[in-house]
């Protein structure tokens, strides 16, 4: 049974927050007419959200409740939701009422007026300074790095036709960046404001550390994007400058010992072993890299391009 729409909330550790989240979220749906399921994926939660979700499944008829063996993190709670939705087009949201539903619809209409992916925008964030100021940095990085143009790529609530997220696994801390992955497969990706409200109830669960991690993050992204499908090109450029610059520091200390009467032995010769080292270290690389992905790409399992089939216009 296909349904108009998903939503996808994963939950850790939220018991305060789970009532009048089902609340919002029913005011919000249901003037809208859209068949859905509210898709609640508990990230093996420790402090009794189980047990109050599993008593709120009563009430909620449209209420699917999904529990991961162990804690796992938001993205793999999303992925699970992912696969267990029917609907059209799947929303996803966090569960600490920071987003808001009544801006469930804005998205999902912009998503029918032709695009794949609508993204939130929290323009007025209601975070500490120090996150807001370090996640604009981020993001005007990630901009550069994925050439999408967003300009809130944390925000949880965004809106997706599930057909451009088949065959996606989300890993990691993808799901940040999976709107600049999904453009990178020829997805159509939108923007809108959104509403954004300080947490009150329960903790955030990313501290400063995870802060600390974004550059590592913007870097793979970055990367994968660019080179993932083609590794050889990054490690083989540069393996070929380290050898290049081995070939010609060694001509020097040659020409340097025949004609000038230098020493053959100096630090330069270190130099030129270290580089030439490094080129050939990064060339076998590069082939190890390709040799996966040809190992991957010629599995009939994982195919490497996605496309749809259009529809005939209806008259
Ligand atoms: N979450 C989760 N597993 C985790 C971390 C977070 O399921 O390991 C959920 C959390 O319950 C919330 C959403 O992901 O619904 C976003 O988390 P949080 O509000 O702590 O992030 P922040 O808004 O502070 O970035
Ligand atoms: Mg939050």
Redesign the pocket.
Known sequence: MSLDLSLI??????RDNLEKLLAELQSALQPTGWTHEIIL?D?ASTDGSTELLKTLQNRYPALRLLRLMR?S??TP?LAAGFDAARGEVIVTM???L?NDPRDIPLLVNTLQSGYDVVSGWRKDRK?SWLRCFISRMANRILRRATEVDLHDF?C?LKAYRRSVLQGIVPYGEMHRILPAYLAALGSRISEKEVRHRP?LSG????GFGRTLKVPFDILAVSFLLRYSRTPMRALGGLGLLGLTGAALITLYVTVRALFWGGIWVSPLLFVSTILALFGLQCIALGMFAEMLLWMQATDPKNRTYSAEELKHASN
Do not use: L, T, W
């Not at 909330?9 to 939220?14: D, L, M, S, T």
């Not at 903790?203 to 990313?206: F, I, R, V």
């Open positions: 909330i994963p939950v850790y550790n939220e994926v990230d804690h993190g938001q709670a966090d569960a600490d920071q975070d944390g949880s947490r903790k955030s669960k990313y």
